[in-house]
């Protein structure tokens, strides 16, 4: 499946990503190992059981944005960006656990020609990752830069 070009996404349009992802503890404790991220919050249990209100470790933060922005790859970017230029407005509101299912919606928030290539423009997305709970579990604004449509 191919991404969308800069000229074919519209300003307010959503779109709700029909993959979505079971994490599992796997994927939490090698991603923060790889990233050397050494936090007993995500890797180590009897510390979590014992120390921590939640009782369990936490997904990694960072795991849940790459998840995240990942899924939406397919139904949006995928061929047709030439890079990311940004990513803010970036928040957790919500603990994500082993076991948690994530499904995400991305918004289209604007969108502007670049001013140093005739062949791209700039497009703004809010990104959300839900569990199946409902409850939101990680958001952000991300700037692409897009292709447009060849000529």
Same mark, same amino acid.
């Given at each position: ?18 993959? +979505? ?27 979590? *059981? ?52 994530? *499904? ?7 969108? *502007?020609?670049?001013?140093? *290539? ?30 447009? +449509?060849?000529?």
């Amino acid at each position: 499946m191919k991404g969308k070009y800069f000229e074919e996404f519209e300003e307010g349009e959503v779109v709700d990503h029909p993959i +979505k992802r079971t994490v599992t503890e796997m994927d939490n404790v090698l991603f923060s190992t790889m990233t050397h991220n050494p936090q007993p919050l995500h890797i180590d249990f009897e510390y979590c *059981r014992n120390e921590t209100e939640f009782g369990q470790p936490l997904v990694n933060s960072l795991f849940t944005l790459g998840l995240m922005i990942g899924i939406s790859v397919n139904d949006t970017t995928l061929g047709t960006t030439i890079a990311n230029l940004g990513m803010s407005d970036v928040k957790f509101p919500n603990p994500l656990f082993h076991g948690d299912t994530v *499904r995400i919606r991305t918004t289209v928030l604007g969108k *502007r020609e670049s001013r140093s *290539r005739p062949n791209a423009g700039i497009v703004e997305f809010k990104h959300e990752a839900f569990k199946q709970s409902g409850e939101c579990v990680a958001e952000c604004t991300r700037q692409a830069f897009m292709l447009k +449509k060849p000529v």
